[in-house]
């Protein structure tokens, strides 16, 4: 690895252990450590959790890679249960891969931000035990994150809110009220490959400076740049979707009464079927057994797709802009089968 260190305006270029040294926060002060990892043994089980996926440490980094067979992001998880508090850690991206650095609480999901090499992006994860939940976008960046060369994050908490900087140039500041809980865990979570370095976990106080420094980023948001999501329609589209999802759900009486219908189908499902919320070779096979031969499976799948179908009308004609993301994504698959078909020949 290289030893020098060069900062340039969006990013940090230098050796993991180079870029140990401690990120000053602005939302909280910081108090007691509670984690300093610099992965210079072997993975310490006592710490940390795999949940999937590969993990190892290889030169003082922690390795994670996600396997295909696994069908999900490899993850690793560590105890980190404060409301306010802060960590820090270096990252290095492999390629064109994706990290998500999350928070847990005991209800499951909290919160999570995406990490790209050209965007950062502050999530409030979705109650997955309610169908009329979501996961709003509370903060976002385009961002450019050099692939295979170390950079450091650090995100602050404080009841409902979070603040994340990179490489101290890049940040994200976003609230929620589902945000002001107390934590279970810390998570790492990688699609594709991706090493970590110096994690540092500490609890904290406010910081009463808080307001000034918060007033400086805010003047600062409107001249970030934005995320070119264009090439990939996917992307793009449930960006558009969740943000319409949001003003809706805030705004619009009519629009909260289509969820709650669709909720209302989606329960009265998983409350006849527990297997519709059940994943793997099983449940997809009986899945598939009852849309073929139970009538009263149908009839409330027919249901939930109605009540599906109905609400994303509402949102398209309100929100036309998510309309044109989703043509745009349904004929991207189109021409992706199109293709495929063809291979095939």
């Not at 310490?44 to 949940?51: E, L, P, R, S």
């Not at 908490?157 to 990179?166: F, I, K, S, Y």
């Not at 073929?292 to 398209?316: H, I, P």
Request: charged share 25%; net charge positive; with cysteine.
């Amino acid at each position: 690895m290289n030893n020098m260190i060069t900062l340039s305006v969006s990013l940090l270029v230098g050796t993991a252990a180079a870029l140990a040294g401690d990120v000053q926060p602005l939302m909280v002060q910081r108090g007691a450590c509670l984690l300093d990892e610099s992965f210079s043994g072997s993975l310490d089980t006592n710490k940390w959790k795999v949940a999937i996926g590969g993990w190892t440490i290889e030169n003082g980094a922690l390795i994670g890679a996600e396997r295909p067979e696994d069908h999900h992001a490899a993850v690793i998880k560590t105890p980190f249960a404060c409301i306010t508090g802060v960590a820090q850690f270096s990252f290095m991206i492999k390629g064109d891969s994706r990290i998500h650095f999350g928070l847990n609480d005991a209800g499951g999901h909290n919160s999570y931000i995406q990490i790209r090499p050209n965007s950062l992006v502050m999530y409030k994860n979705a109650d997955r035990k309610d169908p009329r939940s979501y996961s709003p976008i509370l903060d976002e960046t385009g961002a450019t994150l050099a692939p295979d060369i170390w950079h450091t994050m650090i995100v602050e908490l404080n009841g409902e809110e979070m603040l994340a900087r990179v490489d101290d140039t890049i940040f994200l500041c976003g609230s929620h009220p589902g945000i002001n809980k107390e934590k279970t865990d810390l998570l790492f979570a990688v699609i594709g490959a991706a090493q970590f370095d110096n994690v540092k976990l500490w609890s904290a106080t406010p910081s009463p400076s808080w307001p000034a420094e918060k007033a400086k980023l805010f003047v600062r948001q409107t001249a970030r740049p934005a995320i070119d999501r264009s090439g990939n329609p996917q992307d793009a589209y449930m960006a558009a979707e969740v943000k319409a999802r949001d003003r809706l759900m805030k705004s619009d009486e009519k629009f909260k009464s289509l969820v709650d219908v669709r909720g209302t189908a989606m329960e009265a499902l998983a409350k006849a079927f527990p297997v519709v919320n059940r994943k793997g070779p099983k449940a997809d096979a009986e899945k598939k057994r009852l849309a073929s031969e139970d009538a009263k499976y149908k009839q409330l799948m027919k249901d939930v797709q109605m009540a599906q179908k109905t609400e994303r009308d509402y949102l398209f004609i309100q929100a036309p802009e998510v309309k044109k993301d989703w043509d745009a994504f349904i004929a991207a698959n189109q021409a992706k089968a199109k293709a495929a078909a063809a291979a095939k020949k």
